[in-house]
């Protein structure tokens, strides 16, 4: 059966899951579009592939459309974020050399204690170079507020550095970096072959980033309103397909013949469930809600999120922060999700804002339906992002 076509690009990460599913799965066929997907070798590649037409929707970094929306992409068009595709599944590792000095600073390697493993990096040499696949991402993001909280100066106690994520392991092996934060399978490999050791996974920084994003142009969202919803559609029910445990081991096997990772169908299983292997000498972690795609409210698109995100950046970037959260909350289009997906009975909030990091443990709220579930939202140090006045 023939279709709409539509192109859409990703980068080999287990986390583009939901738009190999819904290709090979056929939820997009069944939408009625013909899904043609293209891999990218980098973050920046992928970015430019969507700017300038080569692809209609991308798997892209959450921060992406809200730089877009501050003015961080000066000569591109406008970026969306149409859902949220993955909440979570970074993963935070250090070089050996690291690793055993961290050991002698009191971090146990627990895999959950974000203040204690910031603390017991905070003690090595300085500048601790850190390595993510783009400097726009919520790698950085999380990097960023983590080691800012342990009273380090980012560019002087620690940089941040852009390496595409098929890179990140021979830059620990060359002793190019110091430390990464990456998603997978692109940090299992680091531990695997290039000797690194993981020592948190983003969760225990933020329990519930949004990772990547539905991206499109916001000017073609506008002028394909209906082929918007088809895709929309075909990605949500790929996200609830993998949420279920028992097609994780399939979906694995799917990664790795459809995904182009170049990985094993075992690691890429691990990952979908949260047992990370750390160190080459295979000792197992594991991660609660290491990545998910699917239940509560992931696939929302906030806009606190987008404002959460906006803040960072202006911080980051040297903005007038008032005036970049304002520019950027509607850069996630919780307009669209509400409209596409209502026939669908997802459980959609009253509000498209929320206090992040207010929820110490998982939340039932008030929705559309009647009540639903708000994931666990809880950063490390205890901050809370409280956008009321913005939205007021």
């Known amino acids: ?63 992406v459309p809200v730089a877009s929306a501050i003015g961080l992409l000066r000569g591109l068009p406008r970026l969306n974020a149409l859902s949220v595709l993955s909440t979570n599944g970074t993963v935070i590792g250090v070089s050996q050399t690291l690793a055993a000095d961290m050991a002698k600073h009191g971090y146990p390697f627990d895999f959950n204690d974000a203040a204690r493993a910031g603390a017991a990096l905070a003690r090595q ?74 020592i948190l996974p983003g969760t225990a920084i933020w329990s519930c980033a949004p990772e990547k994003v539905l991206a499109v142009r916001e000017d073609w969202a506008n002028t394909n309103p209906a082929v918007t919803g088809k895709l929309m ?9 993998l949420a279920q445990p028992g097609n994780v081991t399939m979906a694995a096997e799917i990664m790795a013949t459809k995904g182009e990772l170049g990985e094993s169908a075992d690691m890429i299983d691990r990952a979908l469930f ?11 972690r594991n991660a609660p809600d290491f990545m998910r795609f699917s239940g509560y409210d992931n696939g929302f698109p906030w806009q606190s999120q987008a404002a959460w995100i906006a803040r960072n950046l202006a911080q980051r970037f040297g903005l007038d922060v008032a005036t970049a959260i304002k520019a950027a909350h509607m850069s996630f289009r919780s307009d669209l999700y509400r409209q596409n997906l209502a026939g669908l009975n997802v459980d959609l909030p009253l509000d498209s804002a929320k206090i992040e990091g207010a929820f110490a443990e998982d939340t039932a709220v008030a929705a559309v339906h ?23």
């Open 125 to 198: 040499p300085r500048p601790i170079r850190i390595g993510v696949p783009f400097l726009l991402s919520m790698h950085a993001s999380l990097i960023s507020v983590w080691l800012k909280a342990t009273g380090l100066i980012e560019e002087t106690d620690f940089q941040i550095l852009a390496v595409p994520p098929s890179l990140m392991a021979n830059a620990m092996k060359n002793g190019d970096l110091d430390a990464f934060c990456v998603g997978e399978p692109w940090g299992s490999l680091a531990a695997e072959k290039a000797g690194s050791v993981l």
């Open 1 to 63: 059966m023939s279709g709409t076509v539509l192109k859409a690009g990703f980068i080999p990460l287990v986390d583009a899951a939901p738009l190999i599913v819904a290709k090979e799965l056929g939820f997009a066929q069944e939408e009625g579009l013909d899904l043609e997907l293209t891999s990218a070798p980098s973050w920046s590649t992928l970015r430019d592939m969507l700017a300038f037409g080569q692809i209609d929707a991308a798997h892209m970094l959450s921060p």
């Open 274 to 284: 949260g047992r990370m292997r750390i160190d080459e000498q295979g000792s197992i």
């Open 370 to 392: 009647g009540q639903m579930i708000l994931a666990k939202n809880h950063f490390f140090d205890g901050q809370i992002f409280d956008p009321g006045k913005i939205f007021a």
């Open 233 to 241: 559609r075909a990605v949500w029910r790929a996200g609830e397909w």
